[in-house]
């Protein structure tokens, strides 16, 4: 067995134990595929200068492919709730800030950290298990920190938004993703 196949195989106990544990907090049967994490990193532009922040790592694909983007350990800011999963990311990727956390808080997950003016924002956040004012109130949130034009970016498994767009923010549909466990929408908002 390979190392990326045994760490693949860990992942996927990891992430089933964290389903059983807490199902409410995980909205997927497997971990996000590596195809997956990339059409969610492509929606992110390496050169735009500040933090990107990533509400729900998880075990980590997202964030491997957002370096592989281009956007280094020391500019990103994972918000995690799962402490499991944030030991995990902590120890893939040292030089990433982890807060352990509630990502529909984020004006108290986010203290302490300079997150005004930031570059993007990605979620793996589980949004249809949510109400839609919750939902529409997380996006419209981290809206508030990025920069104009900066993407907030979402997926899920749903043939709609979750969240449609508004008097605050446009969406857009950037793909669907049939090599994911189940196949994945990607959406990007973006503030007016």
């Known amino acids: 067995m390979t190392n990326a196949t045994a760490r693949g195989a860990l992942d996927e106990l990891r992430f089933l134990r964290s389903l059983v544990v807490r199902p409410r907090s995980i909205g997927a049967i497997a971990p996000s595929s590596p195809a997956l994490a990339r ?29 592989a983007r281009g956007i280094t350990e020391d500019r990103l800011i994972a918000i995690e709730s799962d402490p ?6 902590r120890e893939r990727f040292p030089k990433l ?15 302490g950290h300079a997150c005004e003016g930031l ?41 709609t938004p979750p969240v449609p767009a508004g008097k605050d923010f ?3 549909h ?14 990007v908002y973006r503030s007016m």
Do not use: C
């Not at 800030?97 to 203290?111: F, H, K, M, N, W």
């Not at 589980?126 to 839609?132: E, H």
């Open 39 to 67: 059409k969610i990193a492509e929606q992110i532009d390496p050169r735009t200068e500040g933090m990107v922040i990533e509400l729900g790592p998880g075990t980590g694909v997202v964030t491997d492919a957002l370096i």
């Open 174 to 187: 950037a793909g669907f993703v049939l090599a994911n466990l189940p196949p994945a929408r990607v959406w």
């Open 170 to 172: 446009t969406v857009e």
């Open 119 to 159: 570059a993007g924002a990605v979620s793996g956040l589980p949004l249809l298990n949510q109400p839609v004012a919750r939902r529409y109130a997380l996006i419209a949130s981290a809206l508030a920190h990025l920069v104009p034009g900066a993407p907030f970016i979402q997926f899920s498994y749903g043939w």
């Open 97 to 111: 800030r982890v807060v352990e956390g509630d990502a529909y808080d984020l004006e108290r997950s986010l203290i």
């Open 84 to 89: 499991d999963m944030a030991q995990l990311v």
